[in-house]
């Protein structure tokens, strides 16, 4: 249900609304939908029980991430006073026991974490951070390959479907769509 292709769980959060130019699918519906989305994440390790406020307040957080990483100028001060406020809650609580790390808290400080990775990322030079090349995908990611030259999010979606279009192209002798 989850995608974490992004390498940054901001980026990931923000790629929670899947498709945002042409038909939006929301993955995080409920707040089980944010439990389970926090746990896939890593941020906790078991689901905190997210109510209503918690959904909305990822939500928020999710457009203020990606409003700020799509800015392409001076930040928009709303999204910023969102991350920051968020970043403010304490941080998931993190204990090691002879069985491993342990994550736990509130569905707010996971939420806290993944503010704190945006403005960390924000912070820093982003000129690696790009949105997927297929047409209708707005998701985003950090672009780590060798000499910068990743083009889709991921390939189990978008690069595959990319690849099979070109093929498919190719046989046909026509140029694949979108090109």
């Not at 993955?27 to 406020?53: I, N, R, S």
């Not at 990822?58 to 990606?66: G, P, S």
């Not at 030259?149 to 979606?157: L, P």
Request: include cysteine; glycine fraction near 8%.
């Amino acid at each position: 249900m989850f995608v974490f292709v992004s390498g940054n769980v901001a980026l990931d959060l923000a790629g929670t609304l899947k498709w945002r130019r042409t038909e939006p699918e929301e993955t995080l519906a409920t707040p089980d939908d944010l439990d389970a989305w926090l746990v896939a994440a890593g941020l906790l390790d078991t689901p905190p029980g997210a109510d209503a406020f918690d959904l909305a307040t990822a939500r928020q957080l999710r457009e203020a991430a990606y409003a700020l990483l799509t800015a392409g100028g001076p930040p928009p001060r709303d999204a910023l006073a969102i991350a920051n406020q968020c970043a403010s809650s304490p941080p998931v609580t993190l204990t090691l026991t002879p069985g491993g790390l342990h994550r736990t808290g509130p569905a707010g400080a996971a939420l806290s974490d993944v503010a704190r990775a945006l403005l960390t990322l924000l912070s820093e030079d982003t000129a690696v951070l790009k949105e997927c090349a297929k047409p209708a995908c707005t998701r985003l990611y950090l672009d780590r390959s060798r000499g910068a030259r990743r083009t889709w999010c991921g390939m189990r979606e978008c690069g595959s479907q990319a690849k099979m279009a070109a093929y498919r192209a190719r046989r046909r002798g026509s140029p694949p769509a979108g090109e």
